[in-house]
């Protein structure tokens, strides 16, 4: 069985993008952002997502 959103946590992994990072750009704390990531997000949420790894990873 996989995780609910293991993409995000794998697409972030490969890019080196730690969580902290990413619940930097969203305006919440990373312990808030892990929460969410165990529940099914929207679709809005995940391209949201999705789009702050690519910024995160067009920095470095």
Do not use: P, W
Not at 5 to 22: E, G, P
């Amino acid at each position: 069985m996989t995780n609910l959103n293991s993409d995000i946590r794998i697409c972030a992994f490969q890019n080196n993008i730690k969580m902290y990072q990413i619940a930097d750009k969203l305006g919440i704390h990373y312990v808030t952002l892990n929460s969410k990531l165990r529940k099914k997000l929207s679709t809005e949420e995940r391209r949201n997502i999705f789009n702050i790894i690519e910024e995160l990873k067009e920095e470095k």
